[in-house]
């Protein structure tokens, strides 16, 4: 059965911290919806209703995107282990930039990465629990490090004319918002 809750609450925090992967979901008024998996040690609980993440280099830009036509977010988690739980996070989110205020303060939140692109600060409206009993079991082994080796070899310019032909506009042909 889902609860709801207007806020996390400490077991959620708990929860959260203990799985290696988390899910992104957003939509702009029209195009396609886009569900992102995310990794690393890029989330942040900020307070009962408020979380970021930060976002590395990928092929796409869709979330940023996104959020400049319509700022709703859902990031999940699930448990692949013992606990069979889902959590859901509901609300609004905006983008931070490189350059923009409030960057070098996110940024600190986080270790050191080469190849990050934004941070997403989101407002937190509900949190949902569900049941998760049909939830395979899997196992964590490692984090991957392609991405950092990718980003690494590019290096910083090469990772930022790599955002100007990738990334700058969604798979519908929305602007992402990055800087030229």
Same mark, same amino acid.
């Given at each position: 059965?889902?609860?709801?809750?207007?806020?996390f609450?400490?077991? *959620?925090?708990?929860?959260?911290? @203990?799985?290696?992967?988390y899910?992104?979901?957003?939509?702009?008024?029209?195009? *396609?919806?886009?569900?992102?998996?995310k990794?690393?040690?890029?989330?942040?609980?900020l307070?009962?209703?408020?979380?970021?993440?930060?976002?590395l280099?990928?092929?796409?830009?869709?979330?940023?995107?996104?959020?400049?036509?319509?700022n709703?977010?859902?990031?999940?988690?699930?448990?692949? =282990?013992?606990?069979?739980?889902?959590?859901?996070?509901?609300? =609004?989110?905006?983008?931070?930039?490189?350059?923009? %205020?409030?960057?070098?303060?996110?940024?600190?939140?986080?270790?050191?990465?080469p190849?990050?692109?934004q941070?997403?600060?989101?407002?937190?409206?509900?949190?949902?629990?569900?049941?998760?009993?049909?939830? %395979?079991?899997?196992?964590?082994?490692?984090?991957?490090?392609?991405?950092?080796?990718?980003a690494?070899?590019?290096?910083? @310019?090469?990772?930022?004319?790599?955002?100007?032909?990738?990334n700058?506009?969604?798979?519908?042909?929305?602007?992402t918002?990055? %800087?030229?």
């Amino acid at each position: 059965m889902a609860k709801q809750f207007s806020s996390f609450e400490a077991a *959620h925090e708990a929860f959260i911290k @203990d799985q290696a992967i988390y899910f992104v979901a957003t939509a702009a008024p029209d195009g *396609h919806v886009n569900v992102s998996p995310k990794g690393r040690d890029s989330l942040r609980i900020l307070g009962p209703n408020r979380l970021a993440w930060r976002n590395l280099t990928g092929s796409g830009n869709e979330t940023a995107a996104h959020l400049l036509r319509a700022n709703r977010m859902t990031v999940m988690w699930c448990s692949f =282990t013992t606990r069979p739980l889902i959590l859901r996070a509901y609300g =609004t989110a905006s983008v931070i930039h490189r350059d923009e %205020p409030g960057w070098d303060l996110m940024d600190a939140l986080f270790p050191p990465e080469p190849g990050v692109r934004q941070i997403f600060d989101m407002s937190v409206e509900l949190v949902q629990t569900s049941c998760g009993y049909a939830v %395979p079991f899997m196992d964590f082994r490692s984090e991957r490090d392609t991405l950092n080796q990718w980003a690494e070899a590019k290096g910083e @310019d090469g990772v930022e004319r790599y955002w100007q032909e990738k990334n700058r506009r969604s798979i519908d042909g929305f602007p992402t918002g990055l %800087p030229e």
